[in-house]
Structure formats: structure tokens, C-alpha cells
């Protein structure tokens, strides 16, 4: 892949609790300049993005229960409908793992399928924390993401444990089909990182690198 190819599948993040408005100002300028796909910011500042990126290609990315995945699905779903109002066009959401790990199977994939009406023809990415999962729940995990419809597995937030693994990559790769597709965050750090993710089957990137 040539540069322009690799920077189209980035999604150039900064999630940090400390940025401001002159962080976002910088990392929507190098998303421009360098061609990346969308940046990935934090919802109170996806205004800010879209003000920035309004005459650029460049996609804004924000996030929905983010780090721990632990709030309640009605906040999910509000805080999903005030990005996409704000401008985001894609929302990357983390899942409820402690009602995973507690076998509510059900009630996960319910709450994807909500998340999904409520993104419409936006994009949904949903965060399963590869890090706090066994091999097997990881599979569960992306079949369940499967089931709801949700446009892609996200391995992490970068905010707990290893982060993005090429192992873990090509496990989900394994698990899933042809619809659903990979985006792999957390501890990416390299370009021959990127190029080794992208190789065993992750169609995007997140990295604040």
C-alpha cells in the first residue's frame, strides 16, 4: 500500500480527557493535509470538528459510552443522537462488558440494534476491550456485533490493557463474514503496525500516533 492508501484508513484520534478546542484545531489540520479518513473526538467536541473539516473529505468519528462502555443504554443512545446532530457521521461505541460477561447476550445485541436505528445510514463501530476478553468471548463478542447489523468490531478504546493485536485481528477476521468489518485502535504506534493490522484483515485504524 502507498501512503495515500494507508492514510485513507486512518481515523486520526485524540480521545484524551485534557484536549481542547487548539488540540482538535491541529488534528483536524493533519487530518486534512495527510488525507487521513476521519478524526475521532470526544462528543463535546464533534461542533468544533465539523466547523473545522466543513469543506474537507475528511470524516468526523466521535464516541457513545466511552472508556468503560458502563452507562446505561438510553445515555448511549443520547449521547450517539447529539454527535450525529453535532455532525459526526460515525460513532464508535463501547459495550456493555459486564453484562457480556454476565451471559445477558441478549440485552448486548439489543442495545447494538438500538445504537444501529438510532446511526441510521451513519456508521457504527462497536468497541468489545479485545484486552478483557478471553479468545472465546471474543469470538461471542463479534458474532454478537454480527447479529445486530452494526457495520464493525472495534478491538479497544486504548484506554485498557494490549490494545489492538494481530492475533486478535485475525481471530475476528475468522469469526466473521463478509459485511462486517474491523477496525483495529489501541497501542498503534508504528507504520509497520499499521501495515501488519491492515495485512491480517482491519479495514481501519485508530491512532493517536
Known amino acids: ?9 486512518i481515523d486520526h ?7 481542547g478546542f487548539s488540540d482538535i484545531n491541529q488534528l483536524c489540520k493533519e487530518a486534512h493535509t495527510f488525507g487521513f ?39 448511549k443512545l443520547k449521547e450517539i443522537e447529539t454527535c450525529l446532530n453535532d455532525g459526526a457521521s460515525e460513532i464508535d461505541m463501547v459495550m456493555n462488558i459486564g453484562f457480556f460477561k454476565d451471559r445477558k447476550l441478549k440485552a448486548v445485541v439489543n442495545e447494538f440494534k438500538e445504537a444501529k436505528k438510532m446511526t441510521a445510514d451513519a456508521i457504527l463501530k462497536i468497541i468489545i476491550e479485545t484486552s478483557l476478553l478471553t479468545k472465546d468471548e471474543i469470538v461471542t463478542a463479534s458474532k454478537a456485533v454480527e447479529e445486530s447489523g452494526a457495520d464493525f468490531v472495534k478491538t479497544s478504546t486504548g484506554f485498557n490493557g494490549d490494545g489492538a493485536t494481530v ?3 485475525i481471530l475476528i477476521q475468522n469469526t466473521l463474514g463478509t459485511e462486517t468489518l474491523i477496525k483495529a485502535s489501541g497501542k498503534i504506534n508504528t507504520l509497520k503496525q499499521v501495515q501488519d493490522m491492515l495485512d491480517a484483515g482491519a479495514n481501519r485504524i485508530g491512532t493517536s500516533s
Open 1 to 9: 500500500m502507498n501512503r495515500k492508501q494507508i492514510a485513507s484508513c
Open 13 to 19: 484520534t485524540l480521545l484524551k480527557p485534557n484536549a
Open 37 to 75: 479518513y476521519s478524526v475521532c473526538v470526544n462528543p463535546w467536541l464533534v461542533k468544533e470538528a465539523a466547523n473545522n473539516l466543513k469543506n474537507s473529505p475528511v470524516k468526523i468519528c466521535s464516541v457513545a459510552g466511552f472508556p468503560l462502555g458502563t452507562n446505561t443504554s438510553m445515555i
Open 167 to 169: 492475533s486478535n485481528i
